[in-house]
């Protein structure tokens, strides 16, 4: 795999870290601080999130029976003791890895002792806890994947985790999965693949690079070189080039028939709060894809593990 050397320039910050958030409805006041600087609002409350907005949200994100008037609970709302995350990471384990041909689930497979394909995949989603961020993990899942949701078990202490079964009416396909997932999620969005590991020296902190830059684009990619039409017929293909010293996607599509054009693929998205709705549109067929305009950060190397190793 072609290794890059292309970095993005952007100077984007993640801002302050309840900027980007969205109450759902609260069943009581909503006493809310930012954590780094309660003292300096002098513990404000903040209004009630209104049932008009609850409907707009739900709508949005693709709640089929949004809350009335008389029924105000939302079956994505959080209880009011767990913590509001910064972030929210959508890991979709509901697929079957009919391409992997295991008796087991392909984010399970074993890379070194102890440490398997989905270890490999979350690291860069560790790396925004110990950043001091509160990261949500929406795990997708279905009944064949009982044993990756047990072994999710020994991250319990680092991210607030939420589990979704895969909504059939949504389709089974990863954009089904997304579907399902977006209801629970809050503040900016990644879509981070199980069995898709980034590779590099320095890889681990692109997750929140790529947080920081949606703050300027609204979409960011992380992404690795690639001219093999093979490959990028296999994978979320994107055309990157330079434009104003930042690396932008100038075109995308997954697994196109006709990869000409395309240099790259990429390996996680991020995407603000206010354009997640369009996140399985990503991995759709016959619609435009919104990467188009991302900021792209460029890593060594992407592996995907869709056969045993």
């Not at 079964?165 to 954009?175: C, E, K, M, N, T």
């Not at 879509?191 to 960011?220: F, H, M, N, Y």
């Amino acid at each position: 795999m072609t290794a890059s050397r292309h970095r993005a320039r952007g100077s984007g910050q993640l801002g302050h870290p309840a900027s980007n958030l969205r109450l759902w409805k609260s069943p009581g006041p909503v006493h809310r601080r930012c954590r780094q600087c309660a003292p300096a609002h002098g513990g404000a409350e903040e209004p009630r999130f209104s049932v008009g907005r609850l409907w707009a949200v739900c709508a949005r994100r693709g709640v089929q029976d949004p809350p009335s008037s008389t029924q105000p609970e939302c079956y994505a709302m959080q209880r009011s003791s767990t913590p509001v995350p910064d972030v929210s990471v959508i890991l979709p384990c509901a697929g079957y890895g009919t391409r992997f041909g295991a008796p087991y689930p392909k984010e399970l497979h074993c890379l070194a002792p102890g440490v398997t394909v989905l270890d490999r995949s979350l690291e860069a989603v560790v790396e925004l806890a110990k950043s001091g961020l509160q990261v949500r993990l929406v795990v997708v899942f279905a009944t064949h994947k009982l044993d990756t949701v047990s072994y999710l078990a020994r991250y319990a202490d680092t991210f607030q985790m939420v589990f979704v079964y895969q909504d059939p009416s949504f389709g089974p396909g990863l954009d089904g999965a997304i579907r399902s997932a977006l209801p629970m999620t809050q503040g900016p969005v990644a879509l981070v693949l199980p069995d898709i590991v980034v590779t590099g020296p320095d890889t681990p902190g692109k997750l929140l690079d790529a947080l920081r830059q949606v703050e300027v684009a609204g979409w960011s990619v992380v992404a690795a070189e690639e001219r093999d039409h093979g490959t990028l017929r296999q994978m979320g293909a994107l055309a990157v080039a330079e434009a104003g010293g930042v690396l932008t996607v100038g075109a995308a599509a997954d697994k196109p028939t006709d990869p000409t054009g395309f240099n790259a693929y990429w390996g996680m998205v991020a995407v603000t709060e206010d354009e997640a709705h369009r996140l399985p549109d990503v991995v759709g067929m016959g619609t435009a894809n919104p990467l188009a305009g991302a900021v792209a950060l460029m890593v060594e190397g992407i592996v995907n593990y869709n056969s045993p190793v």
